[in-house]
Protein backbone atom coordinates (compact mmCIF):
# COMPACT_ATOMS: atom_id res chain seq x y z
CA UNK A 1 0.00 0.00 0.00
CA UNK A 2 1.49 3.30 -0.95
CA UNK A 3 2.27 5.66 1.76
CA UNK A 4 0.26 8.77 2.58
CA UNK A 5 1.11 11.75 2.18
CA UNK A 6 0.43 14.70 4.87
CA UNK A 7 -2.38 16.72 4.52
CA UNK A 8 -1.75 20.28 3.24
CA UNK A 9 -3.08 21.51 6.81
CA UNK A 10 -0.97 19.37 8.95
CA UNK A 11 2.08 20.03 6.73
CA UNK A 12 1.74 23.78 7.52
CA UNK A 13 1.05 23.49 11.13
CA UNK A 14 3.89 21.11 11.58
CA UNK A 15 5.56 23.95 9.97
CA UNK A 16 4.33 26.49 12.14
CA UNK A 17 4.97 24.88 15.25
CA UNK A 18 8.66 24.19 14.37
CA UNK A 19 8.62 27.97 13.33
CA UNK A 20 7.24 29.08 16.54
CA UNK A 21 8.97 26.29 18.86
CA UNK A 22 12.75 27.93 17.17
CA UNK A 23 11.59 31.45 17.93
CA UNK A 24 10.31 30.84 21.60
CA UNK A 25 13.90 28.84 22.28
CA UNK A 26 16.11 31.54 20.37
CA UNK A 27 13.86 34.24 22.68
CA UNK A 28 14.21 32.29 25.85
CA UNK A 29 16.42 33.19 28.84
CA UNK A 30 15.96 29.36 30.11
CA UNK A 31 14.75 26.26 27.43
CA UNK A 32 12.92 24.95 30.24
CA UNK A 33 10.52 27.93 30.49
CA UNK A 34 8.86 27.60 26.95
CA UNK A 35 5.87 25.39 27.30
CA UNK A 36 3.98 23.49 25.20
CA UNK A 37 0.94 25.77 25.90
CA UNK A 38 3.47 29.05 24.79
CA UNK A 39 4.39 26.82 21.40
CA UNK A 40 0.70 26.35 20.41
CA UNK A 41 -0.36 29.70 21.03
CA UNK A 42 2.76 31.26 18.60
CA UNK A 43 1.75 28.78 16.33
CA UNK A 44 -1.81 29.24 16.53
CA UNK A 45 -3.01 25.98 16.87
CA UNK A 46 -4.37 23.69 19.77
CA UNK A 47 -2.31 21.50 21.99
CA UNK A 48 -3.68 18.80 21.09
CA UNK A 49 -1.84 19.61 17.29
CA UNK A 50 1.60 19.53 19.11
CA UNK A 51 0.60 16.62 20.66
CA UNK A 52 -0.35 14.47 17.88
CA UNK A 53 2.48 15.87 15.60
CA UNK A 54 5.11 15.09 18.00
CA UNK A 55 3.90 13.11 21.20
CA UNK A 56 5.29 15.38 24.19
CA UNK A 57 7.66 18.38 24.78
CA UNK A 58 10.93 16.34 23.90
CA UNK A 59 9.92 14.85 20.66
CA UNK A 60 9.25 18.53 19.60
CA UNK A 61 12.32 19.96 20.55
CA UNK A 62 13.90 16.35 18.79
CA UNK A 63 11.78 16.88 15.65
CA UNK A 64 13.24 20.52 15.50
CA UNK A 65 16.97 19.94 16.21
CA UNK A 66 16.67 17.49 13.45
CA UNK A 67 15.31 19.65 10.85
CA UNK A 68 17.74 22.50 11.43
CA UNK A 69 20.51 19.79 11.83
CA UNK A 70 19.55 18.21 8.47
CA UNK A 71 21.75 20.44 5.74
CA UNK A 72 24.98 19.28 7.70
CA UNK A 73 23.97 15.57 8.20
CA UNK A 74 23.45 15.43 4.17
CA UNK A 75 27.01 17.13 3.93
CA UNK A 76 28.33 14.97 6.23
CA UNK A 77 27.05 11.85 4.51
CA UNK A 78 26.92 13.15 0.52
CA UNK A 79 29.12 15.88 0.49
CA UNK A 80 32.34 16.89 -1.01
CA UNK A 81 35.28 17.25 0.72
CA UNK A 82 36.40 18.00 3.35
CA UNK A 83 33.35 17.05 5.27
CA UNK A 84 31.99 14.56 3.11
CA UNK A 85 33.14 10.60 2.84
CA UNK A 86 35.75 11.05 -0.03
CA UNK A 87 37.98 13.44 2.37
CA UNK A 88 40.69 11.82 4.19
CA UNK A 89 40.04 11.58 7.86
CA UNK A 90 42.57 14.19 8.66
CA UNK A 91 40.88 16.59 6.48
CA UNK A 92 37.76 15.13 7.43
CA UNK A 93 37.96 14.75 11.38
CA UNK A 94 38.19 18.79 12.20
CA UNK A 95 35.63 19.82 9.30
CA UNK A 96 33.24 17.72 11.00
CA UNK A 97 33.97 18.67 14.46
CA UNK A 98 33.64 22.54 12.75
CA UNK A 99 30.38 21.72 11.40
CA UNK A 100 29.22 20.77 14.48
CA UNK A 101 30.77 23.42 16.74
CA UNK A 102 28.92 25.79 14.22
CA UNK A 103 25.80 24.26 14.07
CA UNK A 104 26.03 24.17 18.48
CA UNK A 105 26.76 28.29 18.15
CA UNK A 106 24.02 28.77 15.87
CA UNK A 107 21.52 26.96 17.35
CA UNK A 108 22.63 26.91 21.00
CA UNK A 109 18.83 27.84 22.74
CA UNK A 110 17.74 24.48 20.92
CA UNK A 111 21.16 22.40 21.89
CA UNK A 112 20.17 23.26 25.33
CA UNK A 113 16.53 22.56 25.18
CA UNK A 114 17.35 19.06 23.74
CA UNK A 115 20.18 18.47 26.38
CA UNK A 116 17.89 19.66 28.78
CA UNK A 117 15.32 17.57 28.49
CA UNK A 118 16.54 14.79 31.04
CA UNK A 119 14.83 12.16 28.70
CA UNK A 120 17.56 10.04 28.10
CA UNK A 121 21.47 10.31 28.05
CA UNK A 122 22.66 12.49 25.48
CA UNK A 123 25.36 10.15 24.17
CA UNK A 124 22.05 7.88 23.19
CA UNK A 125 20.77 10.22 21.00
CA UNK A 126 20.39 9.65 17.10
CA UNK A 127 22.33 12.65 16.19
CA UNK A 128 24.87 11.96 18.58
CA UNK A 129 25.32 8.57 17.82
CA UNK A 130 25.56 9.14 14.15
CA UNK A 131 28.26 12.05 14.95
CA UNK A 132 29.81 9.46 17.34
CA UNK A 133 29.80 6.15 14.84
CA UNK A 134 31.38 8.45 12.03
CA UNK A 135 33.95 10.41 14.13
CA UNK A 136 35.43 6.56 15.41
CA UNK A 137 35.43 5.24 11.39
CA UNK A 138 37.19 7.93 10.77
CA UNK A 139 39.99 8.23 13.50
CA UNK A 140 40.61 4.21 13.46
CA UNK A 141 41.61 4.82 9.78
CA UNK A 142 44.66 6.94 10.96
CA UNK A 143 47.95 5.61 11.90
CA UNK A 144 49.04 5.22 15.71
CA UNK A 145 45.75 6.45 16.88
CA UNK A 146 45.48 4.04 19.99
CA UNK A 147 41.41 4.29 20.59
CA UNK A 148 38.79 5.63 18.21
CA UNK A 149 35.55 5.09 20.11
CA UNK A 150 36.94 6.83 23.26
CA UNK A 151 38.83 9.78 21.03
CA UNK A 152 35.72 10.24 19.25
CA UNK A 153 33.65 10.65 22.61
CA UNK A 154 36.72 13.11 23.84
CA UNK A 155 36.49 14.90 20.78
CA UNK A 156 33.05 15.25 20.65
CA UNK A 157 32.60 16.66 24.25
CA UNK A 158 34.21 19.93 23.15
CA UNK A 159 31.00 20.56 21.14
CA UNK A 160 28.50 20.00 24.42
CA UNK A 161 25.71 22.51 24.01
CA UNK A 162 26.45 23.64 27.72
CA UNK A 163 30.20 24.33 27.21
CA UNK A 164 29.55 26.36 24.02
CA UNK A 165 26.77 28.54 25.88
CA UNK A 166 29.48 29.07 28.87
CA UNK A 167 32.17 30.17 26.53
CA UNK A 168 30.06 31.88 24.05
CA UNK A 169 26.88 33.57 26.27
CA UNK A 170 28.98 33.76 29.51
CA UNK A 171 32.28 33.99 28.76
CA UNK A 172 31.73 36.27 25.54
CA UNK A 173 34.62 34.14 23.47
CA UNK A 174 33.67 34.65 19.50
CA UNK A 175 32.53 31.89 16.84
CA UNK A 176 36.29 32.08 15.46
CA UNK A 177 37.87 32.15 18.99
CA UNK A 178 36.10 29.00 19.53
CA UNK A 179 36.73 27.54 15.87
CA UNK A 180 40.31 27.87 16.17
CA UNK A 181 40.36 26.61 19.76
CA UNK A 182 38.16 23.41 18.63
CA UNK A 183 40.89 23.10 15.67
CA UNK A 184 43.80 23.27 17.53
CA UNK A 185 42.56 21.11 20.21
CA UNK A 186 41.87 18.97 17.08
CA UNK A 187 45.30 18.80 15.81
CA UNK A 188 46.75 18.25 19.32
CA UNK A 189 44.79 15.12 19.32
CA UNK A 190 45.67 13.75 15.88
CA UNK A 191 49.21 14.64 16.35
CA UNK A 192 48.73 16.80 13.03
CA UNK A 193 48.70 20.37 11.89
CA UNK A 194 45.57 20.82 11.05
CA UNK A 195 43.50 24.30 10.51
CA UNK A 196 39.58 24.77 11.23
CA UNK A 197 39.32 26.88 7.62
Known amino acids: MPERKPR???TRNREAVLAAADALFARCERPEAVTMADIASAAGVGKA?????????TGLIRAL???RLAPIRLA???GPPPLGPAAPPLERVPALLDAVLCFKIDNRHLALALEGT???SPYEAAHYERWHGTLRTMLERIPGLADGDFTAHALLA???ADLVEHLVGRRGMTREQMRA???AFTAGVLGSRVSPD
Open 118 to 120: GSD
Open 158 to 160: ATR
Open 181 to 183: HLG
Open 65 to 67: YET
Open 49 to 57: TLFRGFGDR
Open 76 to 78: AEE
Open 8 to 10: ADA
